[in-house]
């Protein structure tokens, strides 16, 4: 339903998410853009979360959901690999050496947690942002042979039963490293 309203919105205001590569736009479809908002689509659409942003490149396809009410946020990532998502990307794109500049802007970070379930990944981090705490949790999966998944969620340390079901809900596999 929000996202009628969202297109109806955006239609109203002369704005359609736009659809970029490298600053120039690209004469393709946005039938990725609506692949990766329909992972948070079933979870996500209910309560107050809201679609921040959405993009179509040509390195990525991307959403950013957040939610006032609990402080946090959500991101999906179709990430393009061309030649291939190999085990070398995979251990490339999660590596200590990414994620010092994936989480670069809090003030610190520290990985807690690893794991893996049936070719899903998962990094759980504890940060600290403007004098709050907060625990990320990071998956990665290949999607096709040339997609990779990248998920975030991003919760304040004092909401981590609401963590604990999105996490659940998104990724019954592997909600948790504590449930692997």
Request: net charge negative.
């Amino acid at each position: 339903m929000k996202r009628i309203a969202l297109i109806v919105l955006v239609i109203m205001t002369g704005w359609l998410f736009p659809v970029y590569a490298d600053d120039e736009v690209l004469q393709t479809g946005a039938r990725e853009l609506y692949t990766v908002l329909a992972i948070g689509d079933p979870i996500l659409d209910e309560g107050d979360w809201l679609v921040e942003a959405a993009s179509e490149r040509s390195d990525r396809t991307q959403v950013t959901w957040s939610s006032s009410a609990l402080g946090a946020l959500a991101h999906f990532e179709y990430l393009h690999f061309e030649d291939g998502v190999t085990k070398q990307v995979m251990d490339t794109w999660f590596s200590a050496d990414s994620f010092d500049v994936m989480f670069g802007g809090y003030e610190s970070f520290e990985e807690a947690d690893a794991c893996r379930a049936n070719g899903l990944r998962l990094y759980e981090f504890d940060a600290r942002e403007d004098g709050f705490d907060y625990r990320i949790r990071l998956w990665g999966q290949p999607m096709t042979s040339t997609r990779l998944l990248h998920a975030l969620l991003v919760f304040p340390a004092d909401e981590m039963d609401a963590l604990d079901d999105y996490a659940e809900q998104l990724f019954p596999e592997l909600p948790s490293c504590e449930e692997s």
